[in-house]
């Protein structure tokens, strides 16, 4: 195989949003008010474990997009006839060793990411198993790859909302909660609201992709949102998810942790956070009109700019959060 195809297979421009949602993640535990260390020194183990955290996702990532690219050889031969195994370039056989890798590379290293006051190596490898909750989150997310397009699995893209839901959960909750992971216990209501507002955005934004794709899909029996529902109907169903989880920044800067009434659910600076709430939520408005004007260019533009603008809003919040919490 060559390093070219290895590196299609893999889609590497989908790589950077799991990455930056580690670093994110992870820069809004060190801010705050859960950070353990009472010095928040940025040490260098602190630095290497959010690098090893970061490059362990974007494997797993990779990983996933070979074995989806294997699932989808019939789908693929209609809509991407181009991609490496249904030109040819690649074997499934070889599809198949690059993907047990990347798994093997995603998850196992993660047995080292352990907050602090793990700072050696023998600290972590001595950890209680209890503090590599990042690796069960790893773990977890990888089991959903194979569920989400794995037939033995379930392939739950095969059938509408559970695919979506199969994404949101680990690749915007789970991604957010171990990101925080790397840097402070993942027992902190702050952790999972964050990792809230990305999971319901991921909830129906994820399914931008499917438009274009509906041809295959049909004809390989995944019943993606469009597929069942139609388009126009399944830009209705998935508008929501661009507008309303933005609403719980400002709204967490205001209800109470649970476990300790005198600090707001989110401690980052406040001000940050509902403006940038507020003017997330109006580009998800702008977003939808996009999406709505009119959905059938949805399934005949193979990159509408409603896939555009899922992704820059992505990224948008996962920079936006980090700030937050390092003002």
Same mark, same amino acid.
């Given at each position: 195989?060559?390093?070219?195809?290895?590196? &299609?297979?893999?889609?590497? %421009?989908?790589?950077?949003?799991?990455? $930056? *949602?580690?670093?994110?993640?992870?820069?809004?535990?060190?801010?705050?008010?859960?950070? =353990? &260390? #009472?010095?928040?020194?940025?040490?260098?183990?602190?630095?290497?474990?959010? +690098?090893?955290?970061?490059?362990?996702?974007?494997?797993?990532?990779?990983?996933?997009?070979?074995?989806?690219?294997?699932?989808?050889?019939?789908?693929? @031969?209609?809509?991407? =006839?181009?991609?490496?195994?249904?030109?040819? /370039?690649?074997?499934? /056989?070889?599809?198949?060793?690059?993907?047990?890798?990347?798994?093997?590379?995603?998850? +196992?290293?993660?047995?080292?990411?352990?907050?602090? #006051?793990?700072?050696?190596?023998?600290?972590?490898? @001595?950890?209680?198993?209890?503090?590599?909750?990042?690796?069960?989150?790893?773990?977890?997310?990888?089991?959903?790859?194979?569920?989400?397009?794995?037939?033995? %699995?379930? /392939?739950?893209?095969?059938?509408?909302?559970?695919?979506? +839901?199969?994404?949101?959960?680990?690749?915007?909750?789970?991604?957010?909660?171990?990101?925080?992971?790397?840097?402070?216990?993942?027992?902190?209501?702050?952790?999972?609201?964050?990792?809230?507002?990305? *999971?319901?955005?991921?909830?129906?934004?994820?399914?931008?992709?499917?438009?274009? &794709?509906?041809?295959? &899909?049909?004809?390989?029996?995944?019943?993606?949102?469009?597929?069942?529902?139609?388009?126009?109907?399944?830009?209705?169903?998935?508008?929501?998810?661009?507008?309303? #989880?933005?609403?719980?920044?400002?709204?967490?800067?205001?209800? /109470?942790?649970?476990?300790?009434?005198?600090?707001?659910?989110?401690?980052?600076?406040?001000?940050?956070?509902?403006?940038?709430?507020?003017?997330?939520? $109006?580009?998800?408005?702008?977003?939808?009109?996009? $999406?709505?004007?009119? #959905?059938?260019?949805?399934?005949?533009?193979?990159?509408?700019?409603?896939?555009?603008?899922?992704?820059?809003?992505?990224?948008?919040?996962?920079?936006? %959060?980090? +700030?937050?919490?390092?003002?």
């Amino acid at each position: 195989m060559r390093w070219r195809d290895a590196v &299609d297979l893999d889609r590497p %421009f989908t790589l950077l949003p799991p990455l $930056l *949602g580690i670093v994110s993640g992870a820069v809004c535990a060190f801010g705050s008010a859960h950070n =353990p &260390d #009472p010095t928040r020194t940025l040490s260098w183990s602190v630095v290497l474990t959010v +690098v090893l955290g970061s490059l362990c996702a974007a494997l797993l990532n990779a990983a996933s997009n070979t074995l989806n690219q294997i699932a989808d050889l019939e789908a693929d @031969r209609i809509n991407k =006839p181009r991609r490496p195994i249904p030109s040819g /370039r690649v074997s499934v /056989r070889q599809a198949w060793w690059l993907a047990l890798v990347l798994y093997v590379l995603g998850t +196992v290293p993660v047995w080292l990411v352990v907050p602090y #006051p793990a700072v050696t190596l023998a600290d972590r490898l @001595r950890a209680p198993l209890g503090d590599h909750a990042v690796l069960f989150l790893y773990v977890g997310a990888a089991l959903a790859t194979w569920v989400y397009s794995w037939p033995s %699995f379930g /392939r739950t893209k095969r059938f509408g909302i559970w695919a979506n +839901v199969t994404i949101a959960i680990p690749r915007g909750m789970w991604l957010k909660v171990a990101g925080w992971g790397m840097v402070a216990s993942v027992w902190h209501a702050e952790a999972w609201w964050i990792g809230l507002v990305f *999971g319901l955005f991921l909830l129906g934004a994820s399914s931008t992709k499917d438009f274009s &794709d509906m041809a295959g &899909d049909a004809a390989s029996g995944v019943h993606t949102l469009p597929v069942k529902y139609g388009v126009r109907k399944a830009a209705w169903m998935i508008a929501p998810s661009f507008v309303f #989880p933005w609403l719980l920044m400002p709204l967490g800067t205001v209800l /109470r942790d649970p476990a300790d009434p005198s600090l707001p659910i989110l401690t980052g600076n406040a001000t940050v956070l509902v403006v940038l709430g507020c003017a997330l939520t $109006l580009w998800g408005v702008f977003t939808c009109c996009l $999406l709505l004007r009119d #959905p059938d260019a949805l399934a005949t533009t193979e990159n509408h700019p409603s896939w555009t603008h899922m992704y820059l809003m992505m990224m948008t919040a996962q920079i936006g %959060f980090a +700030v937050a919490y390092m003002v």
